[in-house]
């Protein structure tokens, strides 16, 4: 049996996954509120108090980077050790993997109803990434080695964010303004949205509803955004959903120029299927392709939304099982 984590900034997923015939069987889930908890070890003791069978081993995908073991959470303040969590749970064999390290592991996992393609381009071999707005900007990438996907992580969404044309320079500004160093992820995030809305509105780019404002101020507000943009009852938030998506592809065709991910660009994370009438309108594309010379190459790399939420639970199950068969603690 496999216990299987996804945490996030805002939702910890754990699930038990059971190895069948050469697939991993989903047995049971539950959804925990990460703020609403100390630390990781206190989610996952409580979720194996209901366990009738304990696992033989954990993998758990987390949003930060992890480095011998050890993590610091991007958008929550843990620090989790991978020893001390496997103590604390009393499982040896316990592993600890970027956020979007699973996701990427997800991906060999997901069948053709997972995705949505956004451009006809033919499937080929060759390295593939995956880049994922949520409540942080999340990338990794698989190498391909020539008979299989190696996945590693990285920390891309935290790269300076490179503003194309004269609107996207006022926002840099804008950001400097605010946090000093601005990230890919200070734009591409959920709050990120919010920060780009702001900054068009003090920019006297639309006027806002009076009652929209009040939404803002009571629910979730890149959330608020994005339907509104959507719905169209806000031109203001449509501005603001077309800038975001504009940077977004030119940071997906960034990631796929530094990766050569010829293989293919995912997106995934919160955000991107919840917005997939906007991507795959024209904006996103549009800004993939404008590389110059690199254009024509860009051209024949298939994008394609994850829109199975579960990618990443599935991807650290994949982690397991696969170390589990080379032998980490035993055969599968």
Not at 71 to 80: A, D, G, H, R, Y
Not at 170 to 194: A, D, I, K, N, T
């Amino acid at each position: 049996m496999i216990l299987a984590g996804d945490i996030g900034g805002t939702n910890a997923r754990l699930a038990y996954f059971q190895p069948q015939n050469g697939h991993l069987r989903l047995i049971s889930e539950r959804i925990f509120p990460s703020r609403d908890y100390s630390e990781l070890g206190e989610i996952v003791s409580t979720f194996l108090q209901d366990a009738a069978i304990p696992p033989d081993i954990a993998c758990f995908g987390i949003a930060g980077p992890v480095q011998n073991g050890r993590v610091e959470t991007s958008n929550l303040p843990w620090i989790i050790e991978q020893s001390s969590l496997a103590k604390q749970i009393h499982l040896p064999a316990t592993l600890l993997i970027n956020d979007l390290e699973a996701n990427a592991w997800g991906i060999g996992g997901l069948g053709q109803q997972d995705l949505v393609s956004l451009n006809q381009v033919p499937p080929s071999t060759g390295n593939q990434a995956v880049i994922a707005p949520g409540t942080g900007l999340g990338q990794a990438g698989l190498y391909w080695n020539g008979s299989q996907h190696l996945v590693f992580a990285c920390e891309g969404g935290h790269a300076d964010f490179a503003p194309r044309g004269n609107l996207q320079v006022e926002l840099l500004q804008y950001l400097e303004s605010r946090y000093g160093h601005v990230s890919y992820e200070r734009v591409l995030s959920g709050p990120g949205l919010v920060s780009v809305y702001e900054f068009l509105r003090g920019k006297g780019y639309g006027d806002e509803p009076v009652e929209f404002a009040a939404q803002l101020e009571h629910e979730n507000a890149a959330a608020a955004i994005s339907c509104a943009a959507l719905d169209g009852s806000n031109r203001l938030a449509e501005q603001a959903l077309d800038l975001w998506i504009s940077v977004y592809g030119a940071e997906a065709g960034n990631l796929a120029l530094k990766t050569m991910a010829t293989g293919g660009i995912f997106l995934s994370g919160g955000i991107s299927p919840k917005i997939l009438p906007k991507l795959t309108g024209p904006l996103f594309m549009r800004a993939f392709l404008e590389k110059g010379r690199l254009r024509s190459l860009l051209e024949t790399i298939p994008v394609k939304v994850i829109t199975n939420e579960k990618a990443g639970l599935l991807g650290a199950a994949r982690c397991a099982a696969a170390k589990y068969r080379n032998g980490a603690t035993g055969p599968l």
